[in-house]
């Protein structure tokens, strides 16, 4: 429990609001065009850009400029094909949901995204 308030801690003193919109129904219009529909979660979340190689681990599973938001173990909305969008209303898509958890528990969310 008392990583669990650590993360939360962190994640609160370094992060921001951000709107996540989780779609929710997909349908076709008359013409055949998809209309997705959507509703908004807000969350608060650490972004982050990586930006320099690690040469200790040159395996690392991120590159230059790879993009990521860390949010708390409590946040609901976070999965494939979801929409982040920051306060400066850049977009970001969600490509993958990694849950670093130990002995079964979330402590925090790391979700790698796109810029669109």
């Known amino acids: ?11 609160d003193r370094y992060g921001e609001t951000v709107t996540i919109k989780v779609k929710s129904d997909k349908t076709y219009s008359d013409f055949g065009d998809i209309m997705e ?3 908004d979660v807000t969350g608060y979340a650490i972004y982050n850009v990586y930006s320099q190689s ?4 040159p395996e690392s599973e991120f590159k230059d400029g790879d ?14 094909g979801n929409k982040i969008v920051r306060s400066d209303s850049s977009t970001y898509e969600i490509e ?5 958890g130990l ?4 402590y925090v969310y790391e979700v790698k995204v796109n810029r669109i």
């Open 67 to 80: 993009k990521t938001f860390f949010f708390k173990s409590t946040q609901t909305g976070l999965a494939n």
């Open 96 to 100: 993958d949901v990694l849950d670093p």
């Open 1 to 11: 429990m008392a990583i669990l308030k650590l993360v939360d801690k962190y994640i």
């Open 103 to 106: 002995y079964g528990s979330a």
């Open 54 to 57: 690690n040469e200790f681990n």
């Open 37 to 39: 529909t959507s509703s």
